[in-house]
């Protein structure tokens, strides 16, 4: 079963803010939520994680509801080097990265 | 920091032959894991090193699949004979020690079996 559940596709306007939302709703108290991006055929990119407390860092934003149900990841100026596949990931920290589930993603198509 | 990188980046093979994917990981990762992109499907995991011990190989479709790490550095997988069906994008990853730690992924190897 998927751990998370994300919007099959979204476009986003050059320049604009893009949200891609993910739920999470069975999520354990350990479990960390994780973002990565596949552009074409290149291989999964890391992005940004978090626990509860929302993050940022050069590539985006983390926004994670207080129940820690669903998150937001939030690419702030997105260009059309944007466009790729974003994948929502619950690890716990124990878990090998080997157990982790991709799931179908988002595809994120940035128009000029 | 190099990161993690995959060679070679594409292959074409008859079926039956034999081909050998190699990964070397970030210098210092302990973990290094394989993933499969089947074409039209999701990454799916094949394996997982610790060092040069497979921690996990649950993954491997079958036993015509054999990884390798020796030494602990960089990791083969080589697939004898190969079969049609084995067309797809081979990645690796690998990560520290540590459980809040990120993988990071490498380019990937496309194989196609003709």
């Known amino acids: 079963d998927a751990k998370t559940t994300q919007p099959p596709s979204m476009d986003c306007a050059e320049g604009r803010a893009a949200n891609l939302p993910c739920n999470h709703s069975?999520?354990?108290?350990?479990?960390?939520v994780y973002w990565y991006r596949q552009i074409h055929s290149q291989g999964p990119q890391y992005i940004i994680h978090?626990?509860?407390n929302n993050e940022t860092n050069e590539m985006a934003s983390l926004i994670i509801t207080e129940d820690r149900k669903s998150s937001t990841l939030i690419l702030p100026h997105a260009t059309l080097r944007d466009t790729a596949v974003y994948y929502c990931?619950?690890?716990?920290?124990?878990?090998?990265?080997?157990?982790?589930?991709f799931g179908a993603g988002t595809q994120v198509v940035v128009t000029p | 920091e190099a990161g993690v990188t995959q060679f070679p980046s594409h292959s074409v093979i008859e079926k039956g032959q034999t081909v050998t994917l190699r990964c070397d990981p970030i210098?210092?990762?302990?973990?290094l894991y394989w993933y499969r992109r089947v074409m039209g499907k999701e990454i799916k995991f094949l394996l997982h090193?610790?060092?040069?011990?497979?921690?996990?190989e649950s993954g491997m479709p079958n036993n015509r699949f054999l990884a390798e790490r020796t030494g602990g550095t960089y990791s083969t997988l080589k697939v004898q004979p190969a079969e049609l069906e084995d067309s797809g994008v081979y990645f690796c990853?690998?990560?520290?020690?540590?459980?809040?730690?990120?993988?990071?992924f490498g380019q990937g190897t496309r194989l196609t079996v003709v």
């Open positions: 990931i619950v690890r716990s920290p124990t878990d090998s990265w080997g157990k982790l589930q």
């Open positions: 069975t999520i354990s108290g350990n479990e960390y």
């Open positions: 210098s210092g990762h302990d973990n």
């Open positions: 990853a690998s990560s520290r020690r540590g459980g809040n730690t990120e993988a990071f």
């Open positions: 090193f610790v060092k040069e011990s497979k921690q996990d």
């Open positions: 978090g626990l509860k």
